[in-house]
């Protein structure tokens, strides 16, 4: 009897860390880092399971480099986060308890510099990592107990490998719960990394994320050639790199030169790029014709910014205060 040839098998479901906001802190894994690792696994989709933020960097960056994003239905625990906070409050009031939380707080330092300590794909994709972050869980549980002292951590985890089970393709999941469910979901793994280097689109969504990030050791005519330099590209437009621009030529007073750069980003906006760029470089624009005086343009600028269908909250805050009063510049 021929034997039937079998099917293609399907994908392996791939467990991808997500780092929040911090993606904007790594030069080496970084959101442009994230496309460009996607792309090195052929994925032109990602499953989100991860932070509900709307300003999530990958929001931004996943869409304009043509992947698309579908959020997995989770349930609401925003009540777990009540009862924890209701937990700590309990613990403050006793000697054995404030004892309890200080161990809590030191492992929750420990993972906070972690994942501020230089990253790069092979490090956060390490095994050994990923027992050093789950070591920190542990050590949270061991001081609190699993329950509220935890944000009922092993129950959400518990619903979200059933979810998870039988699934393939990319999910994206917080960095802090990956080696659990890696653990309980018997097909999931990490991506391959054989081949993969963070290239280009990595590189200039870094200078971005520095060049918005200033300190006050930086050489800002250095950043300014930088960014200069650049042509940009899809997830890091031109018009980003401008508004990154304007954002060190107010740091230092100049006003008509943030001016300058930030009109070239607006004239340059479309809709193809990243959401947020648009609201960002509105309100910030509505901000510096205000500190020069044009009170009237600068008023429908905000509007501009609050008409939007999507605007980062700093900016519809920036936007909605600079409609309550002018915005004036004050350097330290």
């Not at 993969?196 to 590189?203: A, C, H, L, N, T």
């Not at 600068?298 to 008409?307: F, G, H």
Request: proline residues 8%; hydrophobic residues 45%.
């Amino acid at each position: 009897m021929p034997q039937s040839t079998p099917g293609p098998r399907p994908a392996p479901l791939l467990l991808l860390p997500d780092l929040g906001d911090l993606l904007r802190l790594h030069p080496q894994f970084n959101a442009g880092t994230v496309t460009e690792l996607l792309a090195h696994l052929g994925a032109r989709e990602v499953r989100w399971a991860s932070s509900p933020d709307a300003d999530h960097p990958l929001r931004d960056a996943l869409p304009a480099a043509g992947i698309d994003i579908h959020d997995l239905p989770l349930p609401d625990w925003a009540w777990a986060d009540a009862e924890h906070e209701q937990l700590l409050g309990f613990l403050n009031q006793y000697p054995q308890g404030r004892e309890r939380r200080r161990r809590a707080q030191a492992a929750e330092q420990a993972l906070a510099a972690l994942v501020t300590a230089p990253l790069d794909p092979a490090r956060l994709l390490s095994r050994g990592f990923l027992a050093e972050v789950e070591a920190t869980r542990a050590e949270v549980r061991a001081a609190l107990d699993e329950g509220p002292g935890t944000r009922w951590r092993q129950r959400r985890l518990d619903d979200l490998a059933a979810r998870l089970d039988g699934q393939t393709g990319v999910i994206l999941i917080p960095l802090d719960d990956l080696p659990t469910l890696l653990a309980r979901l018997p097909g999931a793994a990490l991506p391959d990394l054989t081949g993969f280097q963070p290239g280009e689109v990595s590189r200039v969504r870094a200078l971005a994320d520095r060049a918005w990030q200033l300190r006050e050791e930086d050489d800002l005519n250095a950043l300014l050639a930088a960014l200069d330099r650049e042509a940009g590209d899809r997830v890091t437009p031109r018009a980003e790199l401008d508004a990154a621009a304007a954002s060190i030529h107010l740091a230092v007073g100049d006003l008509p030169g943030a001016r300058t750069r930030l009109e070239r980003a607006a004239h340059a906006l479309d809709d193809g790029q990243p959401r947020s760029l648009a609201g960002l470089v509105l309100a910030r624009l509505g901000q510096v014709r205000d500190a020069l005086g044009d009170r009237e343009l600068a008023q429908r600028t905000y509007r501009a910014v609050l008409a939007l269908n999507h605007a980062p909250q700093v900016a519809r805050a920036a936007a909605e205060e600079g409609l309550r009063e002018a915005f004036a510049l004050h350097l330290n």
